[in-house]
């Protein structure tokens, strides 16, 4: 039973309290009583769902939870609460309703916003485990399939959103318009928060006696005029708020004074909240409460047939669910792996960007996976039918790069013998990925920026430019920030670049990934060397998170192949490691510094690879699978310690 | 050339039916390809029109069908601008249709090169008449939005929310395209009749200003002109002006369609 759903409904809201999240205490309290290993609370006009995983026997915690609430909202003992439980299947359809603000019982304002920070709230009280996580990614990636493909989420299904929307469809310039505020309602504060994200600027409260109407004012940075100036609210407003307080001769008075003050046809906006509304008059269009929910319902029928669609959308995350469960795959996203919550985030916001056409740079240490996340962008995108065309920057010689990367025209050049189209036109429809971006030449960085901004490349030696639509996702395994400030790199592409970037941590700070990696290599290569291994003794898994992984992920994968090879019987043992692994310490020793222990990182890396490459003879292949980096990185290093030349004895 | 003149009629009719569809469905890909439709049978009228000018070597603008298949084509092109400038579809699904009826009726009375006046075979009545034609084009979409503001109008008014509260972008938006139409019609309307002015005092030696044609066409443009000044000075906003510009496109359809057959004045050249 991996999730449980406590739909609580007061019969009267707390008062008191506001905001979608609950207290990080209640929170505590919920999931220890509960004996949840995930939860996640959110609070929506009159009803608060506890969404909790791995909960036994749900049906007894009802009583408690009840309990629970009461105290928590300093509620009265006889205070009405009913509580539904979803189970199952049930729950997670709740769950993905909920945060896409599809679920009706517990619509507001926001739901996916109000969901948002919900979730904000869990993870920072690390209530947020991988199961919570994957639905949590899955919601924000159906989230915005919704936005993209439907319009949905733009009816207004709120009294706040449906004033908003009349506000929009009769008047003009929002921005000009002022809003004049009698007396007060319960839906003010939101009615009036949604006005002012629409744009409007100016409000006027024409009295304000209490604490709710002050933060109001200072909120809103309000003015506030006398009562005796209420006459002549509608004369000077576009939009009026009457709530209880405002009498009716007075709302009469209005009518009549917006109709004779020089204004013709729909002008004045009178939304009259439980107060008798004033009789037609030229001039001002009077909606009521009743007259809103008109407008709602109406939204609610015309979006009803968007609904049936996205239902089959979320009923299609179910099944995928179940088969996410039932294959143990909770940690995979994409064919990557990891239950750190760093990699998590990383996972939740590539599903919130994949269908975006945005530019996005992947910075991380080389072998930390960065082509792996560039490829489930691209899988989870719009363009995931078109090419995905992987550009390795730094290992393209600079003279061939342009060419390859923007085409050429028959004889723009010695031995151009044909017209090439180049990697970026093989990729228009889908997305190219410029791998090692921060080693792209000067030059090319201005024509990269101009496809960027222009959408357009030339192709070597042609007259004309040529339109290009495809997505760029760049990676970098070097700080681009300090090559900017070096002035190695353009500061202008790094911007353009730079409007998305997933940090990618290295492999030792995500200690907890490493069994997890090494068990998922174990399996793939003991199926490729037909080996029966079932897992790693504890003394080399131990060897395994005392490592530092410079090769991060990459080398890991390198050492588990070669422990796989070697090794024989059931159980990889320590020794079947690389000897780097197996005895760390001989890194320094091999060199005759086993007693420094002043050597820096730097150094220690920079020794390392020498003795490597001796013990290769130069052989920069070897060498390269040795130390599990690529053999770019291995070329760059070697550069970057100026001992590119003297070493390079390559394998042709 | 009849054949192709069909054919243009039913791909209008083709592209009006995509956009009532998507209409319908408030779906933006059936709207971008009644727009690709919409693209190529301008292309396609504009190269119909060429053709009618060099087969009878003049622009076709001096019959009843030739005149109404050229309004159909400035309107469209017209409308196709303005909907590329505004990116919104709201107008298409109303127009289309209209252009479509005045295309079959265009079709229906099709005769390729015939006849005409004398008088009809000169530059200035060309200017004279393609001025006139791009005031029409405009007051038909000034038509349109006015029709559209005045059914959403309604609509929020009297509370009865449909299909045009849903669909259709906000009053303002239809008012502002309402009022620049009208405005653009009213400078090519003004200086069209003062070309035809110039013309008849040129051809006719007895000459009324007080002919029956004339006289609509005065009661057009003194429309227009009011919609413009109530606007400018006396603050008209709204359902006034709305009607306005419906009575305008009205009195502009009976002076086109209806004046010449009606009443054989000195503005009828058969």
């Known amino acids: 039973m991996p999730l449980t759903a406590f739909h609580i409904v007061f019969a009267e809201p707390p008062t008191g309290v506001s905001g979608p999240t609950p207290s990080t205490t209640l929170l ?49 003992a006889s205070a009405k609460l009913t509580c539904s439980l979803k189970r199952e299947r049930s729950a997670i359809h709740f769950f993905l309703s909920v945060a896409t603000g599809l679920a009706r019982d517990v619509t507001s304002g926001r739901p996916h916003e109000a969901f ?8 920072e009280s690390t209530l947020v485990g991988p199961l919570l996580s994957y639905l949590h990614q899955r919601a924000v990636w159906l989230y915005e399939k919704i936005r993209l493909e439907t319009d949905f989420y733009r009816y207004a299904v709120q009294q706040e959103t449906a004033v908003r929307e009349l506000a929009e469809k009769v008047l003009e310039g929002l921005s000009e318009l002022r809003v004049a505020i009698l ?43 006398s009562p005796e100036l209420q006459s002549r609210a509608s004369a000077i407003a576009d939009i009026v708020l009457a709530g209880k307080g405002s009498p009716v001769a007075l709302l009469q008075g209005q009518a009549r004074a917006a109709g004779q003050g020089g204004r013709k046809e729909d002008e004045v906006l009178l939304f009259a909240f439980d107060v008798s509304p004033p009789q037609a008059a030229a001039g001002v269009l009077v909606y009521t409460r009743e007259d809103l929910q008109l407008v ?35 940690f995979e996203f994409e064919g990557m792996i990891s239950r750190s919550p760093q990699m998590q985030r990383v996972f939740e916001m590539i599903s919130r960007i994949a269908q975006t056409d945005i530019t996005v740079l992947i910075e991380g240490e080389s072998g930390t996976g960065k082509e792996l996340v560039a490829r489930a962008i691209h899988r989870l995108s719009s363009r995931c039918e078109q090419a995905f065309v992987t550009v390795n920057c730094g290992a393209i010689p600079e003279n061939l790069l342009e060419s390859e990367l923007f085409g050429h025209v028959r004889g723009a050049f010695t031995g151009a ?46 007259a004309r430019s040529v339109n290009v639509k495809l997505r760029v996702l760049a990676a970098t395994n070097r700080n681009l920030a300090q090559l900017v400030a070096d002035g190695d790199f353009r500061s202008d592409l790094y911007y353009r670049l730079n409007v998305i970037e997933l940090s990618l941590p290295p492999l030792r700070n995500r200690p907890d990934d490493i069994a997890l990696l090494a068990q998922r290599f174990i399996g793939k290569f003991s199926a490729r060397y037909n080996k029966d291994i079932s897992g790693l003794s504890i003394e080399a898994l131990d060897a395994l998170r005392a490592y530092h992984w410079p090769g991060n992920i990459r080398e890991l994968e390198n050492a588990m192949e070669r422990a796989v090879a070697l090794t024989i019987g059931s159980s990889l043992a320590l020794h079947n490691l690389p000897e780097t692994l197996s005895a760390p310490s001989d890194v320094g020793e091999s060199n005759g510094h086993g007693g420094d222990a002043m050597l820096s990182l730097r150094e220690l890396e920079r020794r390392h690879i020498l003795s490597t490459l001796e013990r290769f003879e130069g052989n920069h292949e070897a060498a390269s699978k040795a130390l599990g980096i690529g053999r770019t990185t291995l070329w760059r290093k070697l550069r970057e310690y100026g001992m590119g030349s003297e070493t390079s004895k390559d394998v042709k | ?40 049978v301008v292309i396609l009228h504009c190269v119909f029109i060429v053709w009618q000018t060099i087969d009878a070597g003049r622009i076709p603008i001096a019959t009843v069908s030739e005149a109404l298949g050229t309004f159909v084509f400035v309107t469209s092109a017209l409308y196709l601008g303005l909907e590329l400038l505004l990116r919104n579809f709201a107008i298409g699904p109303f127009i289309l249709p209209l252009l479509t009826i005045m295309m079959l009726i265009a079709g229906l009375f099709f005769e390729p090169g015939g006849e005409i006046a004398a008088i009809l075979m000169n530059v200035e009545f060309e200017i004279h008449v393609l001025l006139l034609m791009f005031a029409y084009g405009a007051f038909a979409l000034s038509f349109i939005a006015s029709v559209l503001y005045l059914l959403l109008a309604r609509e929020i008014r009297e509370k009865s929310l449909g299909i045009f509260y849903s669909r259709l972008p906000s009053l303002p938006y239809f008012e502002r395209i309402a009022n620049w139409s009208a405005s653009i019609g009213l400078v090519c309307f003004s200086a069209g009749v003062l070309v035809g002015i110039h013309i008849a005092f040129q051809v006719w030696k007895q000459f009324s200003l007080f002919d029956v044609k004339f006289l609509i066409v005065y009661l057009n443009w003194l429309l227009y002109l009011a919609h413009y000044l109530g606007r400018r000075f006396l603050h008209w906003r709204g359902k006034r002006v709305a009607w306005i510009s419906v009575a305008g496109f009205l009195l502009v359809l009976f002076s086109f369609l209806g004046a010449s057959q009606l009443f054989h004045g000195a503005h009828s050249f058969k």
């Open chain 1, 116 to 123: 948002e920070q919900a979730f904000a709230q869990a993870a």
């Open chain 1, 296 to 330: 709602m319902r109406h939204n609610l029928e015309e979006r009803s047939g968007i609904e049936a669609r996205v239902e089959t959308w979320i009923k299609d995350e179910v099944r995928n669910f179940y088969s996410w469960v039932q294959s143990e795959q909770r």
């Open chain 1, 183 to 225: 007396g007060y309602d319960a839906v003010f504060p939101a009615v009036l928060d949604e006005l002012a994200l629409a744009g409007c600027r100016h409000f006027e409260f024409f009295w304000s006696d209490d604490e709710v109407r002050e933060s109001l004012v200072r909120r809103l940075n309000a003015t506030v005029s």
């Open chain 2, 1 to 40: 050339m009849e054949y192709f003149a069909w054919f243009l009629i039913v791909l209008y009719a083709a592209a009006g039916l995509t956009y009532l569809r998507a209409f319908r469905h408030k779906s933006i890909a059936t709207f971008k390809a009644g727009r690709s439709l919409l693209a190529a």
């Open chain 1, 417 to 462: 013998n044909a017209d090439n189209k180049g990697l970026f036109r093989e990729a228009d429809g889908g997305t190219i990925f410029l791998d090692e971006i921060g080693e792209l030449a000067p030059h090319l960085q201005v024509k990269l920026l101009r496809f960027l901004q222009e959408g357009e490349i030339r192709p070597v030696g042609a």
């Open chain 1, 28 to 76: 505590e309290n919920l999931s220890a009583m509960l004996a949840a290993n995930e939860l996640i609370c959110i609070r929506l006009s009159g009803s608060l769902t506890v969404f909790a995983a791995d909960v036994q026997d749900p049906a007894a915690h009802e009583a408690s939870l009840k309990r629970t609430l009461v105290e928590a909202f300093d509620l009265q």
